[in-house]
């Protein structure tokens, strides 16, 4: 199961002194952003990671050459070669063909989780940690409440109540998530506002949504931004032990994640039904947290140097 | 062992089976070691998969294999099957069954005792049986008795049965460890406490008992059988994860390990330092149910073309290919006495077709297929079905579930089919009654057929064996054509140990571990 | 203080009441119950399973079963389990430790290498051995467990053969009892370890950019007693607060390490009371969990207050 609910913890990257605002300078700061990250080695190392991944995730069912799901009764266990380039399977299906289809499972469950779950967990946060009071404290013994329910049991629920597809994977996992999110994005804002801007922003009598959308919105970003990979990386881990419980994509679908958990125990017959998929899970979320680590370094003012 | 004592030769429905001798003879046990003397003492490190045990080990209760496994070490039963099927003398010496065939009348060994220390007599074996007769005990076995009309104790080594109408399967429903002879007194005295502090007569006895942890079982001194067991004791583990259950045996964490992964069967074969006992003779097998209460399924045409369209070798091969052997008759495996060995449905697409349009189905239909999540073999089964019904336009989807909801659509009737397998029973009668009979209890497509009801009946009343034989083929035969599933694969357990175990012998006639009292270890 | 810890206190209580009601509901939405397990396929009788139904008052409508429960729950009593039959606290207390032995150990592998690791790849932020140690320990991030817990068995129990594939013995300061939780602690460990480097590397880097590290440095402190004395102690703040959520997540949520090193713990009793449907169990089990959860990051909570002064000097 997902071992941990991890959640990035670093204080919020608060820009002394000067507000996130007005077009042009943000402009001018994702080109800083991107140019800084571009001097980190391994940065560039998990960029062009992630960009393999978010490719094969894309095109993969195009360049795979046969039909993933199509069983060859001769070839079970077929090492690779000519005909199947990475072998086959345990029901003689192309690994390749697989392991490409996988990608867009595996990738797409891991993206719209953090996207979701971001989205939801991010507003919630940033509302609770604006208003404060009662709305803050009720916002969050709710997620208090999601936070501390195992999520194997809200898992299995989901899957068993509304059916073992991709969809209802995805739907667990944002709620398992949206608590992390709203967390880090809480704890952001309610220093953000002790920032002596919001102050200034409030005495002048801005309309609050502008204030939350247009100043501290963008200021609570840095530490979401590193939750939201640890969290990309950590959907794609929770799906491979979801199928390795049975509750992950139904067969005869593949993800990453199933086709390491119905590999295992040909582990010493077949060892590419595990190498395949068990090294792009690791290529992918080393990707991801390289470029998590890089960005986190690149957005920390102090660190801009 | 002194086996084929004369009483056997009194009970002529026990001809049993002399050609299963010869066909189920390579699953007992070999290794040149076993000729040794056998060593006393060590403890056998087993492990199990789960431990699945509702309240505890109450024989009467019984439902699923961990406990049938442990019960069988516990617990001893009137007869005992051997490995080929064969009855022999267990807490019963001898039997003699009336010319009517109502009357069962059977002596009991002298000088048995309980773990407790109390002699086991036959007023524990009545006890027994009227207490799985009893509504109050909640007994899964209730039916299986049903023929019975009383159990009486007419001295302390003497069980008269007497059945209210002609029941041939009653010897082995008797040597089921589910009828495993529970001392009255305790089981009177313990109530519901019984299933976790389980006393029996058996080699050996409960001694620690932590759920999903450990059972530890210890050397019964007092056994019947003199000199055995040569176990200090058993102590038994578990895991889930089949990798790890297998690197356990051949790192030697474990002695023995029950039940193998049929994955790794190959694997476990090939490596010297362990040993495979099993993989072939029993009843168990793989099915797909059709659920005929449900259009288009309650069309025998469509029923036929699927089963006519299923290429059961490549299923077989694709799915399990060790361990088990293609069906395409009956349910019970070439070899068995009762086997229906010519094909029923032969693969043949153009018929299936043909059938099909027959029935008005040209276009195909959607097709949900139920399999277990985490037997692995049974969802395998289920993705080749779904390849090989493609031209037939038959979309399949296959979803897998939890055993609580699959038992669940079973018992509701709210699924189209479902792939999984049914463990042997050592009567077919019983899997007959209860799975295809109208009214059984597992017959969960509620299938009914006069034919079939009557020929089962019919075996029922008969005691030659070569006559019951010959009707459960006429069965098995009408199934095939008409019934509600379309059986693919016999399948086997199989046991693996290390070197330092000697003499285990392979019981594939139910889940029975009893053998184990004549095992030992290299000191 | 103390308000502030009876306040967190106080405001747990509607927590944990939330998370009972959620559990009651949840488990049951999920088809099957326990009377389908414990039948199981091989046998059926309608009447014996409806009687057993009525045993368990599974025949009840929910409101009453939900009240039974829920009144028995704010006395202190969690049932009984449906499969066994034995009080769900028994139970429950009696693998409690077992996963805490756990816990502990994977814990206390992930410190020793996490926080060096983190140290020495934030002070060399950028070099060979920064990118190298990262990638290192990020491997064991990206194995999903019960893969890495697999590999570990094959290469020390099956083909070198120094340590028991699996398995748990009672506790011990004994060779016989550590060799046991070697291979499942370690496993878990190293996964735990890729979050808190990566935590520890991330808030050194930012200590050591704040002006009393400058200050520090200014004085002629050697770099040694800068990084260890200011620099790690203020750093550890949200490290702790990490461990928190990890030891959290690490009661109830070992799972797939407990499946495969058959460990008896908490999280394995969890899902197998889900699978049987044994809803006094799940029930207990979860509302158990979320206790200790928000126990544990009220303990962290407390701890950061004392680890961090200016927030001291405001609470």
């Given at each position: 199961m997902a071992e941990n609910t991890p959640i990035a913890m670093s204080a919020p990257a608060s820009e002394p002194g000067l507000p996130a605002d007005a077009g042009p300078r943000r402009t001018r700061r994702g080109l800083r952003v991107l140019?800084?990250?571009?001097?980190?080695?391994?940065?560039?190392?998990?960029?062009?990671?992630?960009?393999?991944?978010?490719?094969?995730?894309?095109?993969?069912?195009?360049?795979?050459?046969?039909?993933?799901?199509?069983?060859?009764?001769?070839?079970?266990?077929?090492?690779?070669?000519?005909?199947?380039?990475?072998?086959?399977?345990?029901?003689g299906r192309d690994v390749l063909s697989r392991a490409l289809h996988g990608a867009r499972i595996s990738i797409v469950v891991g993206v719209l989780v953090v996207l979701c779950a971001g989205a939801i967990g991010v507003t919630v946060g940033l509302l609770s940690g604006y208003a404060k009071g009662l709305v803050d404290g009720v916002a969050m013994r709710v997620m208090d409440v999601l936070f501390a329910f195992p999520t194997l049991l809200l898992a299995m629920a989901v899957v068993a109540v509304l059916g073992t597809d991709m969809r209802n994977l995805i739907v667990a996992l944002v709620l398992v998530y949206i608590p992390a999110f709203a967390r880090v994005a809480r704890a952001s804002t309610l220093s953000v506002v002790e920032e002596p801007y919001i102050e200034a922003a409030r005495?002048?009598?801005?309309?609050?949504?502008?204030?939350?959308?247009?100043?501290?919105?963008?200021n609570i970003m840095p530490p979401v931004l590193v939750q939201a990979t640890i969290s990309l990386a950590y959907a794609i881990l929770v799906e491979a032990s979801l199928s390795y419980l049975g509750l992950g994509v139904q067969p005869p679908d593949a993800s990453w994640g199933s086709m390491l958990a119905t590999g295992k125990p040909y582990l010493e017959l077949a060892a590419w039904l595990c190498m395949v998929p068990g090294l792009a899970i690791m290529l992918t979320v080393l990707g991801f947290n390289l470029l998590g680590d890089a960005l986190r370094d690149v957005l920390d003012p102090r660190l801009r140097r | 062992m002194s086996v084929v004592p004369r009483a056997l030769k009194q009970v002529a429905g026990l001809a049993l089976v002399a050609m299963l001798m010869t066909a189920c003879s390579n699953t007992s046990s070999d290794s040149p070691a076993d000729d040794a003397t056998p060593q006393r003492g060590g403890t056998l490190r087993m492990q199990l998969v789960r431990d699945t045990a509702g309240a505890g080990y109450d024989p009467g209760k019984t439902t699923e294999s961990v406990v049938y496994t442990v019960d069988s070490l516990i617990f001893d039963t009137l007869l005992e099957a051997d490995p080929n099927g064969n009855l022999k003398p267990g807490l019963a010496e001898k039997w003699d069954i009336s010319s009517d065939g109502l009357v069962y009348t059977f002596t009991l060994r002298k000088g048995v005792k309980?773990?407790?220390?109390?002699?086991?007599?036959?007023?524990?074996?009545?006890?027994?049986?009227?207490?799985?007769?009893?509504?109050?005990?909640?007994?899964?076995?209730r039916n299986v008795f049903a023929a019975v009309k009383s159990a009486e104790a007419t001295d302390p080594t003497t069980l008269v049965i007497t059945l209210s109408k002609p029941y041939s399967p009653l010897l082995n429903v008797l040597a089921d460890i589910t009828a495993g002879i529970v001392p009255k007194a305790v089981v009177e005295a313990k109530g519901d406490g019984f299933s976790a502090a389980p006393v029996g007569t058996g080699p050996f006895k409960l001694v620690e008992w932590r759920r999903d942890q450990q059972i530890k079982l210890a050397a019964n001194s007092a056994y019947w059988v003199s000199g055995q067991p040569y176990l200090n004791g058993i102590d038994i583990s578990f895991n889930a994860d089949s990798n790890a259950r297998a690197a356990n045996v051949r790192s030697r964490t474990i002695d023995f390990l029950w039940n193998a992964p049929p994955e790794l069967y190959s694997v476990l074969k090939a490596d010297k330092s362990v040993r495979v006992a099993g993989g072939s003779g029993t009843t168990s097998f793989q099915y797909m149910l059709l659920n005929i209460q449900k259009a288009p399924f309650n069309d025998v045409k469509v029923r036929q073309a699927i089963f006519t369209a299923l290429n059961r070798d490549e299923i077989r091969t694709i799915s399990r290919p060790d361990t088990t052997a293609t069906l395409n008759g009956g349910f019970l495996p070439d070899g068995h006495w009762a086997a229906l060995s010519t094909p029923v449905n032969k693969f043949d697409v153009a018929r299936a077709k043909s059938l099909l349009s027959e029935a008005g189905q040209a276009a195909g239909f959607p097709l949900e297929i139920l399999v277990l999540s985490g037997s692995d073999f049974h969802v395998r089964t289920g993705q080749a079905v779904q390849q090989q019904l493609q031209p037939l336009g038959i979309t399949v989807k296959v979803t897998t579930v939890d055993s609580a909801q699959q038992q669940q659509r079973l018992r509701d009737g709210s699924f189209d089919a479902v792939v999984t397998g049914f463990s042997g029973t050592l009567d077919p009668d019983e899997r007959l009654t209860q799975t295809f009979g109208t009214g059984g209890g597992t017959?969960?497509?509620?299938?009914?057929?006069?034919?079939?009801?009557?020929?089962?009946?019919?075996?029922?009343?008969?005691?030659?064996?070569?006559?019951?034989?010959d009707i459960y083929r006429r069965v098995q035969q009408r199934l095939a054509e008409t019934g509600p599933m379309a059986f693919t694969y016999n399948y086997n357990f199989f046991d693996v140990m290390t070197a330092d175990v000697h003499g285990y012998e392979f019981n594939p006639t139910t889940v029975n571990y009893r053998s184990l009292r004549q095992v030992w270890l290299t000191q | 203080m103390i308000r502030v810890i009876l306040t967190r206190i106080l405001a747990t209580v509607p927590v944990l009441l939330g998370i009972a009601v959620v559990a009651f509901f949840l488990v049951r939405l999920i088809p099957g119950d326990t009377v389908n397990v414990l039948m199981g396929q091989d046998f059926s009788d309608p009447v014996l399973e409806a009687e057993m139904r009525a045993f368990f008052g599974l025949d009840q409508p929910l409101p009453v079963q939900f009240w039974d429960w829920f009144s028995a729950l704010l006395q202190g009593d969690l049932g009984h389990s449906m499969r066994s039959g034995e009080p769900v606290t028994q139970e429950i207390l009696r693998r409690f430790p077992i996963t805490v032995e756990l816990a502990i150990a994977a814990l206390l592998i992930s410190l020793t290498v996490s926080i060096p690791v983190g140290i020495y790849t934030a002070r060399n932020r950028n070099k060979g051995a920064d990118a190298a140690a990262r990638v290192a320990s990020l491997i064991g991030l990206s194995l999903p467990n019960f893969w890495l817990g697999i590999l570990l068995i094959y290469l020390f129990s099956v083909y070198f053969g120094v340590l028991p594939s699996s398995g748990h013995r009672d506790f011990a300061f004994t060779w016989q009892h550590f060799q046991y939780l070697i291979l499942p602690s370690v496993t878990l460990g190293l996964s735990l370890a890729a979050v808190t480097m990566r935590m520890t590397r991330s808030s050194m880097l930012e200590v050591l950019g704040q002006d009393y590290i400058r200050t520090a440095r200014a004085k002629g402190l050697g770099e040694r007693a800068v990084v260890l004395r200011h620099g790690l102690r203020n750093a550890l703040i949200p490290v702790v607060t990490v461990l928190g959520i990890q030891t959290g997540a690490l009661l109830g949520g070992t799972v797939v390490i407990e499946q495969v090193f058959s460990w008896p713990g908490l999280g394995s009793q969890l899902v197998q009371s889900i699978q049987d449907r044994d809803y006094p169990m799940v029930q207990g089990l979860t509302v158990f969990l979320a206790f200790f959860f928000v126990l544990v990051s009220l303990i962290v909570d407390i701890a950061y207050r004392y680890l961090d002064p200016r927030m001291y000097r405001r609470g």
């Open positions: 140019r800084n990250l571009m001097r980190d080695r391994t940065g560039v190392v998990g960029a062009v990671l992630v960009g393999l991944a978010l490719f094969a995730a894309l095109f993969g069912p195009l360049l795979a050459p046969y039909d993933p799901n199509l069983i060859h009764p001769d070839a079970r266990l077929a090492a690779p070669g000519a005909r199947f380039l990475l072998g086959a399977d345990e029901l005495a002048v009598g801005l309309p609050h949504r502008r204030i939350l959308f247009r100043y501290v919105l963008p | 309980f773990h407790d220390g109390s002699d086991m007599t036959a007023t524990d074996a009545k006890y027994t049986i009227d207490r799985i007769l009893n509504p109050d005990t909640k007994s899964p076995r017959n969960y497509a509620k299938f009914s057929d006069a034919e079939v009801d009557d020929l089962i009946a019919q075996g029922r009343a008969t005691t030659d064996q070569a006559k019951r034989a | -």
